[in-house]
């Protein structure tokens, strides 16, 4: 079988300028993963990287069965825990201590303060606070399970806690603390132990708590049901109660 030999026209210069045309406008044209692209894609993937990696820390204790969320103690609240403190000495455990504003101002009213804090990026910033506000000697931070922390070591407990976490707290306060230790709570009180002094009202109230065996006990406690009745209605009218406890050193 023979085949006929095609032949091919000549390209005119018409179609020889769209030609040019064709390859001008190609070579223009940006490519769709040029290095400018590469760079924008890979700083947004690190910069989403790293807000995860940040963020993870701050809502990991959600998924905890006991929840000690991060909430910044008032300024008010912090001064009553000092009033409460007042005639006390020796050493202080803020129990998840969050940016370490308890523990750095008892370190400025003469105290050693510790602080406990599961958050590591929360342990570092409160490291930094207490180095820049000059208490890096007397104020120390640890990243700790607030429960495979010995109590008994401390002199006074502070604790800004949530309501599932006090009567957990509580056993484990009643099997470690001293007679000498005191308990300083805010937010919530305690569930069975009755406090023998209050400083403020309302959610700025901070009770002061002493093992129930203490000689003591009995003659400075406060009553409890009176105690939680006024945290319950202001929590319903989110109001300030008024309340007037023993108002003496304990």
């Not at 308890?102 to 370190?107: H, L, M, T, Y």
């Not at 506000?133 to 401390?154: E, I, P, V």
Request: proline share 4%.
């Amino acid at each position: 079988m023979h085949f006929k030999k095609r032949e091919s026209k000549p390209i005119s210069d018409e179609e020889c300028e769209i030609c040019r045309a064709l390859n001008e406008a190609t070579k223009n044209e940006p490519r769709p993963w040029d290095k400018t692209s590469i760079t924008v894609v890979g700083i947004f993937g690190a910069f989403v990287a790293g807000t995860a990696a940040l963020t993870v820390s701050f809502i990991a204790p959600a998924f905890r069965k006991v929840i000690l969320p991060y909430v910044p103690a008032t300024t008010l609240q912090v001064q009553n825990v000092m009033k409460a403190l007042t005639g006390r000495q020796g050493s202080v455990l803020d129990i998840g201590s969050g940016d370490g504003r308890v523990v750095i101002e008892a370190a400025r009213h003469g105290f050693h303060g510790y602080g406990v804090e599961l958050n590591y990026w929360l342990v570092l910033f409160s490291r930094y606070q207490a180095w820049r506000q000059g208490m890096g000697h007397s104020a120390t931070f640890f990243r700790k399970d607030l429960w495979k922390t010995d109590m008994s070591k401390y002199n006074n407990i502070v604790i800004f806690g949530v309501d599932t976490l006090m009567g957990g707290l509580e056993k484990k306060f009643e099997k470690e603390i001293t007679l000498d230790t005191r308990v300083l709570v805010s937010r919530f009180p305690l569930p069975n132990w009755q406090p023998v002094n209050q400083v403020g009202h309302g959610l700025d109230a901070v009770w002061t708590y002493m093992r129930p065996d203490h000689p003591d006990y009995e003659q400075s406690k406060i009553s409890k049901d009176v105690v939680k009745g006024n945290y319950k209605k202001e929590s319903r009218s989110n109001d300030n109660f008024g309340f007037t406890g023993n108002q003496k050193q304990v």
